[in-house]
């Protein structure tokens, strides 16, 4: 499967408590995006990565959350001192952007979903 | 801020029959519009997509229309299949920008 990947696809946690989430972009593309999907909306952009360089930030993302794309390749979001209302499923997406990247589509991960008590 | 409104939280339609799926924007800047399917489970799967200069975009079973003046888009699946039963999310960016905003989303149900 070449697919955009995601671990886990389930976390339960405990308020306080600091949580990481992993996506594999599909092997070839260079961008590669976060999203958080909360219930009854659509998915909200957080963050994205062309190659290991961060270059966006949406204003959803706080400070207790880091985003890093060390080698770029695979992903990790961490959120520190969860909070209930962090509870939520995050979207990973990957993109092939060629050139003067105009336009180009994002394959979307299936998501992990993470229940802060 | 909800840029890209989905304003059907459902819909439903007999199997053969057309479904229309609709979507309005507010910002005017938007100049590419794109149709994501979910099924539950699984991410947002990419459907089709239409840029600015176009009113029309179709791709086998599926089109859809724009229509700048009113800000407003729209997704006809003809002939409708249980198969395209799902949620689907209309969703809008910038030109070269990569921050897509999402409308709420659709729950299609396809009757057989």
């Known amino acids: 499967d070449t697919g955009v990947s995601q671990d886990p696809r389930h976390k339960i946690t405990k308020r306080g408590q600091n949580v990481t989430f992993r996506c594999d972009p599909i092997s070839e593309h260079n961008r590669l995006y976060w999203y958080r999907q909360t219930l009854g909306q659509g998915p909200e952009f957080l963050t994205y990565?062309?190659?290991?360089?961060?270059?966006?930030k949406s204003r959803l993302l706080s400070d207790r959350f880091s985003a890093e794309r060390p080698k770029g390749s695979f992903s990790t979001l961490e959120i520190q001192r969860t909070e209930q209302g962090d509870s939520a499923m995050y979207l990973c997406?990957?993109?092939?952007?060629?050139?003067?990247?105009?336009?180009?589509?994002?394959?979307f991960g299936p998501g992990t979903r993470l229940t802060v008590l | 801020d909800q840029q890209v409104k989905q304003n059907s939280p459902s819909l439903s339609v007999q199997e053969g029959r057309i479904s229309i799926l609709n979507c309005d924007y507010t910002?005017?800047?938007?100049?590419?519009f794109l149709w994501y399917k979910k099924y539950p489970a699984e991410g947002p799967t990419f459907l089709i997509s239409?840029?600015?200069?176009?009113d029309k975009n179709e791709d086998g079973r599926f089109t859809v229309f724009l229509n700048k003046s009113a800000k407003h888009l729209s997704l006809h699946i003809v002939p409708s299949q249980p198969g395209d039963s799902a949620v689907y999310f209309c969703a809008a960016r910038m030109y070269n920008n990569n921050d897509m905003r999402f409308g709420a989303g659709t729950r299609l149900t396809v009757k057989p």
């Open positions: 239409i840029s600015s200069i176009k």
């Open positions: 910002n005017s800047m938007f100049d590419y």
């Open positions: 990565f062309q190659n290991e360089a961060q270059l966006e």
């Open positions: 997406a990957s993109s092939l952007v060629q050139g003067a990247g105009l336009y180009n589509e994002q394959f």
